[in-house]
Nanobody, 123 residues
Framework: QVHLVESGGGLVQAGGSLRLSCAVS????????MGWFRQAPGKEREFVAT????????AYGDSAKGRFTISRDNVKKTVYLQMNSLRPEDTAVYYC????????????????WGQGTQVTVSS
């Protein structure tokens, strides 16, 4: 049974930074590509970033490019999303996800989801 548990969300002012973490259990984490998605009220879940099992390949959604960085530590079985220069429009629930490939992740082909962590950016 794969479990993904997010942490690190909270309230931050515009221009600030947050680092989200996703703890992976129940599986050898390096087998899976990992990703982050977000969902704001009344909107569809949006792809944010993905990273390959080895960590050598990353990809970002348009909203994250240049501001967010995804990384992973397979020894700690944790995936991170460093978010800088946050904007009010980044306010959403952020979900960790696991899938078979980064390409599949971008197409929302996700095998496992976390429960989400709320990020609120005030103006």
């Amino acid at each position: 049974q794969v479990h993904l548990v997010e942490s690190g969300g909270g309230l931050v002012q515009a221009g600030g930074s947050l680092r989200l973490s996703c703890a992976v259990s129940g599986v050898t984490s390096s087998r899976y590509a990992m990703g982050w998605f977000r969902q704001a009220p009344g909107k569809e879940r949006e792809f944010v970033a993905t990273i390959s099992g080895s960590g050598s390949l990353t990809a970002y959604g348009d909203s994250a490019k240049g501001r967010f960085t995804i990384s992973r530590d397979n020894v700690k079985k944790t995936v991170y999303l460093q978010m800088n220069s946050l904007r009010p429009e980044d306010t959403a629930v952020y979900y960790c996800a696991a899938g078979l490939s980064t390409g599949g992740m971008r197409s929302r082909m996700v095998d496992y989801w976390g429960q989400g962590t709320q990020v609120t950016v005030s103006s």
